[in-house]
């Protein structure tokens, strides 16, 4: 397994409780839209066993073209050891990569293709929508929606309707009104649905999206294959 170690080259506050931390690229490293990788700190391999409590499964904000690795989090007043810790770190501080995969990268099948998430989950879309601006290849239209309760939504700018470029985007702050918004987007019975969220958002979701007849194979998850088989054997009637 190799690890590639790389400097925070600048912190950006997105809203109140989350910061996109970017990365110089070190040499080799590569990645893909909906990319996630081990994001690791300073002492996370320093004993006999790697300290899990210095790694965190994170999403890639960005794409290549950007020449930064992009990793967007939620930092709260209470949070982890992991999250104190990056709370703490400057620019010029150390971290690590390791194990870059991408599990939901926009699929080019001259459909219409949905992305549902809550909060920082939109992290893991922003690369798919800048991919999709640059060509649109194969895909009839994108739509966002996002539910965040704290009402400060997060990249804006790039989640902002564009009719010409046949984006639309949608901001919620309560689940009630994202569930209905869901239902509705349901109606397309030949839609791409990319879930992005908790594990308790992505069985809502789920649920939602069986009970309008929607199948299994037209939902993406940011899961290892196996974790996604679960999640979409999940017994719902429909």
């Known amino acids: 397994m190799q690890i590639y170690w790389t400097k925070i080259n600048k912190i950006i506050e997105e809203t109140p409780e989350i910061k996109t931390y970017m990365l110089d690229c070190p040499e080799g490293f590569t990645w893909e839209e909906g990319a996630h990788t081990h994001f690791a700190l300073k002492g996370f391999n320093a004993g006999e066993k790697p300290n899990r409590g210095l790694i965190r499964h994170m999403s890639i904000s960005t794409l290549p073209h950007e020449n930064s690795i992009g990793i967007t989090t939620r930092i709260k007043e209470q949070c982890s050891e992991f999250k104190e810790v990056l709370r703490n770190l400057e620019v010029g501080h150390e971290v690590a990569l390791f194990k870059t995969h991408s599990n939901v990268p926009l699929k080019r099948e001259g459909k ?41 939504f997060l990249f804006t700018n790039i989640f902002a309707s564009a009719p010409d470029k046949k984006f639309t985007s949608q901001f919620v702050d309560s689940r009630q009104d994202y569930y209905e918004e869901v239902k509705k987007l349901a109606a397309d019975k030949d839609g791409l649905f990319y879930i992005v969220g908790s594990d308790e958002f992505l069985v809502q979701n789920i649920e939602a999206l069986r009970e309008q007849g929607i199948k299994p194979e037209q939902i993406m998850l940011d899961k290892h294959e196996r974790q996604k088989s679960e999640f979409l054997s999940l017994d719902v009637p429909v």
Do not use: C
Request: net charge negative; charged share 15%; no cysteine.
């Open 112 to 152: 219409n293709v949905y992305l549902l998430s809550s909060g920082v989950g939109l992290a893991t879309f922003r690369p798919l929508v800048l991919e999709y601006f640059e060509s649109a290849e194969n895909i009839n239209q994108i739509h966002s929606l996002n539910v965040d309760s704290s009402k400060d």
